[in-house]
């Protein structure tokens, strides 16, 4: 990446995704500080102060998030000051710091009910409260934004160092509990190391804006489950259900987009580089999980 980035700051330093720029930057030459929120609590605008005082980045990659997508609807304030607020501060201090800002949004910003794949353009109106908070950060980040920014919009996200839904499943299905799992909600699973080489594409390009990334090609939860029990060589009883009767099931659930499928074409068209497609991705991540080193 160009010396221009000659300080990253990496916020959320402890989460899933960071832990996927942590293994991309292993051992190379940039100058990058992963900070979880001891060292920059992004909802603590003196704590986002002091980071970038005593930091001085020039980009900040912002992997921070609140991610209980189920728990926020009974923490609306809490979503709302960490993926909301948190991003209004970052953006100012970018702002004033003359530094990049690259922040990672979600599908759950659609309502669903578009059924061809979702364009940066399309219209908003998440369906639940991690979908609004998200939403917010999108706008109060524009409203704030430094000279370069990127909203970099990801879906069904997934790979080491982090609770996620294929490790819950081999989790389960290695206990032989039988699995059931919604049919009739269609988006993409991403492998979080394709996003962090997409990402990086589009800074070192120059890119700005709002863009979305994901892996490539569409599936539901259900046939994405049945694709990590083959990958794992698992097997146990999985069944379907539907999203009417999941929420039956679990009340305090929240609700999700039907379709949520991420157009890729533009980065594709920008980069002239494929994004991988989502089955090969769940390979490369089984690999990742086993030989670390061999990706
Ligand atoms: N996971 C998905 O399926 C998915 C899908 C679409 C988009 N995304 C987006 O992708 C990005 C990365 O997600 P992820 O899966 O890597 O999330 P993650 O594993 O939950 O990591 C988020 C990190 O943010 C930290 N954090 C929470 N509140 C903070 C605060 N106030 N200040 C600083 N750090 C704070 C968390 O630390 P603690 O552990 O201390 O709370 C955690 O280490 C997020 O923007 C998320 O919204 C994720």
């Not at 005082?53 to 000051?81: F, G, M, R, W």
């Not at 700005?208 to 694709?227: K, P, Q, R």
């Amino acid at each position: 990446m160009s010396n221009v980035f000659d300080r990253i700051l990496v916020t959320g330093g402890k989460g899933m995704l960071a832990c996927a720029f942590k293994q991309r930057f292993a051992g190379g030459q940039l100058n990058v500080k992963f900070a979880d929120r001891t060292i920059c609590d992004v909802c603590d605008e003196d704590s986002v102060k002091r980071a970038f005082h005593d930091i001085q980045p020039t980009l900040i990659l912002n992997c921070s998030a609140y991610t209980k997508v189920d728990l926020a609807e009974k923490e609306q304030a809490a979503a709302d000051q960490c993926n909301g607020y948190g991003v209004g501060h970052l953006a100012s201090l970018c702002r004033d710091y003359n530094a990049m800002l690259v922040h990672f949004s979600t599908d759950y910003v659609f309502d669903g009910t578009l059924s061809r794949p979702l364009q940066p353009g399309d219209p908003l109106g998440p369906l639940g409260a991690y979908g609004k908070s998200k939403l917010l950060g999108e706008k109060l980040l524009q409203e704030n934004a430094p000279a370069r920014w990127l909203i970099l919009r990801t879906a069904w996200l997934y790979g080491p160092g982090g609770p996620c839904f294929p490790a819950t499943m081999v989790n389960v299905a290695k206990q032989g509990k039988p699995l059931k799992v919604i049919d009739d909600q269609h988006g993409t699973p991403t492998f979080t190391y394709d996003l962090v080489e997409a990402t990086l594409n589009l800074i070192h390009l120059g890119a700005n804006g709002i863009w979305h990334l994901t892996n490539s090609g569409e599936t539901t939860w259900y046939d994405f489950t049945a694709a990590i029990l083959e990958e794992f060589d698992l097997k146990t009883d999985l069944s379907r259900t539907t999203s009417a009767d999941w929420k039956k099931l679990k009340p305090d659930s929240a609700h999700r987009p039907a379709y949520s499928v991420l157009d890729v074409t533009p980065y594709e068209q920008f980069t002239h580089l494929p994004m991988p497609g989502w089955r090969d991705a769940l390979h490369r991540y089984r690999t990742a999980l086993e030989q670390p080193a061999a990706l």
